[in-house]
């Protein structure tokens, strides 16, 4: 059997990841897509409705960073949940890793496990030219795995994004940060409903979130 393997933490995932995912799980049986669920652009700081100290275990709570356009964990879930897994090849299996669960640790636990177990399967990693020179080095492999199994039953695929879809998580963070909703949809994969795009930039803007603030408000002030 042929296994595809995708990491990474994909804030957002756009329409160059989609095609990465799609071009894998042409060429493989079955892909394993590790997806981290970590917040991008964020600190943490002490929850200030805790009386407790820090010391005394108060609560931390997640901000922006100055200058950035926070992406949180949560929100990536939701939209993961609801709206991309529902485009994704049906043999590709999500695997969503809640903070603290690193995508590459847990493609190497996988390659590992096979390597450890003698695995007939050939196994592809998939990802851009950086992320495969950073993390799936021949030295970084041979580390942790046997070397015959790195040598007769692995490959690296390096997509470099003109070779798949233009389009860069920089500015797809720029889009959302400036409510730019038609620039941010435009990046987001094709297969995705119109409703769907919406929805996501709604999430992941903080859009529905003041919605629904707005909402209670009104709410209150009614009652």
Known sequence: MRVGIVAGSFKPYHAGHHAMVEKAAKENDKVELFVSLSSRGVRKIKDPSDTRTLKQGARKIEVPKAGEHAIYGADMKKVWQEHLSKVLPGNVTLHLLEAGNQPIR??????????????????TVYSDPVDIENNYSEAQLMKYLDQDFVLEKMDKVALDRNETVPVSGTD????????NDEAFKDMLPFQLSDASKQAIFDVLSGKALQESLLRAFIRTAID
């Open 106 to 123: 847990k493609a190497y636990e996988l390659l590992q496990n096979a390597s450890d177990q003698n695995s007939e399967d050939h196994f």
């Open 172 to 179: 797809m963070r720029r889009h959302l940060a400036d409510g």
